[in-house]
């Protein structure tokens, strides 16, 4: 059964990877990035806390992914990646539904933390290293499909969670969500996910024999294929860029976790819960786009076209008041949340080769959550001292300008390094 599996033309079971990745992503990202503040004011009016204390919660998920992620990175690759990410799951089920018994912002702090640490176990990083392990072939193409999975489903999730807290309060909202996770890790982690094709008696996608005497060719033709070690790397321009832009990303990225309780307060809770569904569902052609732009015209051009559209989302923030203004929002932050989640992996992925991607993205991802973890309490911050979003959402158009900018900066300068590995 597993060669007729690894047969060329045959079913292969890397496309059961991609729809593990795509439902993981779906479900476990947007209750911390996209849709985590769609309880920010029923919380806070209950609870009698601020928007900035609730925010801080978010905060601390974060800032637990930037000293994990590097290693969490190397516990799943060296030990029993199937029993780490099943437990992780598990747990992150359990603190969703801790949030639902809270009683004031210390609980949420402590959960937060748990949440952090699950997270970054189940998410983006093991996700990552399935579809490079599954994936010889089309691994831009998977990598766009698992990726939009995080506007899917923060769309379909959105309006019911907005629902659940309208009619039946802010605390079954989040024991609905933590159900939900606990399906996905039981079913996920018992009897669909292995790390490696090997796991299974298969070889990647795409797989072909000459490809060993040849080395891998699999990091898209446009990648510079570097070799350096980290420790060798960071004394590089071209990592420090790398870094830099992807805290960037994460500020910017961060603060648009504040669209959904700003567009409430602007518009009322069901039209900013249709908007937000709008965006996530267009989001998913956004980032397929995305990932067509750099298939076909390469990294340089994708990551423009990802920087000016999440500028041009704060933009359209500024007009929020108007009545074309949510749908503006709609429609442009569909296309600008992208940069977010597809770049990141595909920028490392044209600066290093196979070998080094892995360690490479740890840092990357951990760099995101730097950013990820201020972007929402800063704007939090402006907003409860001013009374107002304006001046935050004009910084972050300056964020999301830096992220493209140190971006093409940091694939520039590792050209000199092309190919290139440690003696």
């Known amino acids: 059964m597993d060669d007729k599996l690894n047969k060329k033309g045959g079913f292969h079971y890397a496309w059961i990877i991609l729809v593990v990745t795509t439902l993981t992503l779906g479900v476990y990202v947007p209750v911390v990035n996209s849709l985590s503040n769609s309880w920010q004011i029923a919380v806070t009016n209950d609870l009698g806390f601020s928007r900035t204390a609730f925010s801080f919660t978010g905060t601390i998920t974060q800032a637990v992914g930037i000293f994990l992620g590097p290693v969490i990175s190397v516990m799943l690759t060296k030990y029993n990646f199937k029993r780490i990410w099943t437990a992780a799951a598990i747990t992150f089920a359990l603190a969703v539904f801790g949030y639902s018994m ?21 998410a983006q990083i093991p996700m990552m290293m399935l579809i490079n392990n599954w994936f010889q072939e089309k691994k831009g193409l998977a990598t766009s499909i698992a990726v939009s999975g995080i506007s899917a489903g923060g769309a379909l999730l959105s ?25 996905l890790a039981i079913v996920f982690g018992f009897f669909l996910i292995y790390l490696k094709p090997e796991d299974k008696g298969l070889k990647p996608y795409g797989y072909k024999e ?5 080395g891998s060719l699999v990091d898209s033709n446009k990648s510079l294929n570097v070799g350096l070690s980290i420790g060798a790397s960071l004394s590089c321009s071209f990592f420090i860029f790398l870094l830099l832009g992807t805290v960037m990303n994460g500020l910017a990225n961060g603060a648009s976790l504040q669209f959904p309780p700003a567009l409430q307060e602007a518009v009322g809770f069901q039209v900013a819960g249709t908007v937000v569904s709008i965006y996530l569902l267009v989001g998913v052609f956004g980032k397929l786009l995305l990932g ?6 390469g990294i340089n051009h994708a990551i423009i076209f990802g920087a000016s559209t999440l500028a041009l989302s704060f ?10 203004g949510p749908w ?10 992208a940069l977010g989640s597809v770049l990141p992996p595909l920028v490392t992925s044209s600066i290093y080769g196979r070998k080094m991607y892995g360690e490479a993205y740890g840092f990357v991802q951990s760099s995101t959550q730097v950013g990820a973890a201020f972007g929402p309490l800063l704007v939090s911050f402006i907003f ?5 979003y304006r001046f935050a ?17 940091a694939h520039k300068t590792a050209k000199p390094y092309e190919g290139k590995s440690e003696k």
């Open 159 to 183: 309006p019911l969670i907005n629902m659940l807290i309208e009619n039946m309060g802010w605390r079954m909202s989040y024991r609905v969500y933590a159900l939900i996770i606990l399906v």
């Open 328 to 337: 503006l929002v709609a429609i442009v932050f569909g296309f600008g949340l």
């Open 292 to 297: 067509r732009i750099a298939d076909k015209y």
């Open 315 to 324: 933009v359209s923030m500024l007009l929020v008041d108007k009545p074309f």
């Open 210 to 214: 000459e490809d060993e005497s040849v």
């Open 102 to 122: 809270a009683q004031s912002k210390y609980h949420f702090y402590i959960l937060g933390f748990v949440v952090g640490a699950s997270y970054i176990t189940t």
């Open 384 to 388: 409860d001292s001013s009374g107002s």
């Open 393 to 409: 959402w004009l910084i972050n158009i300056g964020f999301a300008i830096l992220t493209g900018l140190l971006w093409l900066l």
